[in-house]
């Protein structure tokens, strides 16, 4: 079956702009996270979906990061403005049930400069 | 709130080495744990996934135990290779009731030939 789909890989933006990362999940996985991971650390939570409902986004900063999940596939995710400390690695992952596991996109890194 | 700790934050064998990684977390009504591998650059990888009623999982060289009581795990990585260089993270559902994980730091493992 072909994996959790990512991109960009990379993108470095200044502070204050605009980003945008794009995730589609295995074919026919119902819940869609987006985690962040920053250099050192384990993987947050940021926001997860259930089809096209949010489940759980009580660690997404809504001042300024974003996300859908158009028609229970697709899944964006954006930052509007960047901040310095926003420089992480964002990563996509779908789950099937609680009783299987999760498979994870590549990651998009990101860098704030 | 779980919290998910892991010790060492870092080891370094030579090729061949029998090794254990550790994972402690503070809530103990988890309904699974899960073992992952990090490799630079890229995404996560499911390594073994054991379910609360399971005391261990195998896979390969690769064995996962878990002990709900005393909120511990353990990852027992046989005759260690140098292919096995990665970080390895432990994860628990933040809740009973959903499929969010909470992760650890991750162990860094660099294995010499």
């Known amino acids: 079956e072909a994996g959790v789909a990512q991109s960009p890989r990379y993108k470095i933006i200044e502070k204050r702009q605009s980003v945008a990362f794009w995730c589609n999940p295995i074919?026919?996985?119902?819940?869609l996270y987006w985690y962040q991971q920053i250099l050192g650390q384990g993987p947050k939570l940021l926001i997860q979906?259930?089809?096209?409902?949010?489940?759980?986004d009580s660690q997404l900063p809504k001042d300024r990061f974003s996300a859908e999940r158009l028609k229970g596939v697709d899944s964006t995710l954006k930052i509007q403005p960047a901040k310095l400390e926003d420089s992480a690695v964002y990563l996509c992952?779908?789950?099937?049930?609680?009783?299987?596991?999760?498979?994870f996109g590549s990651g998009t890194r990101l860098t704030v400069v | 709130k779980q919290e998910v700790t892991q010790i060492p934050a870092a080891l370094s064998v030579p090729e061949g080495e029998n090794l254990v990684l550790n994972c402690s977390f503070t809530?103990?009504?988890?309904?699974?744990l899960q073992w992952f591998r990090q490799d630079p650059g890229k995404g996560l990888t499911s390594l073994l996934l054991?379910?609360?009623?399971?005391r261990e999982q195998t896979s390969g060289r690769l064995n996962a135990s878990l002990d709900k009581s005393s909120g511990r795990s353990t990852l027992y990585i046989a005759a260690s290779q140098p292919g096995d260089s990665a970080t390895y993270l432990c994860?628990?559902?933040?809740?009973?009731?959903?499929?969010?994980?909470?992760f650890g730091k991750g162990t860094t493992l660099s294995v010499s030939s």
């Open positions: 809530d103990s009504a988890i309904y699974n």
């Open positions: 979906f259930q089809n096209n409902g949010v489940v759980d």
């Open positions: 074919s026919g996985h119902a819940t």
């Open positions: 994860a628990v559902p933040a809740n009973q009731a959903g499929t969010a994980l909470i």
């Open positions: 992952a779908s789950s099937l049930d609680r009783a299987g596991g999760y498979t």
């Open positions: 054991i379910q609360s009623s399971q």
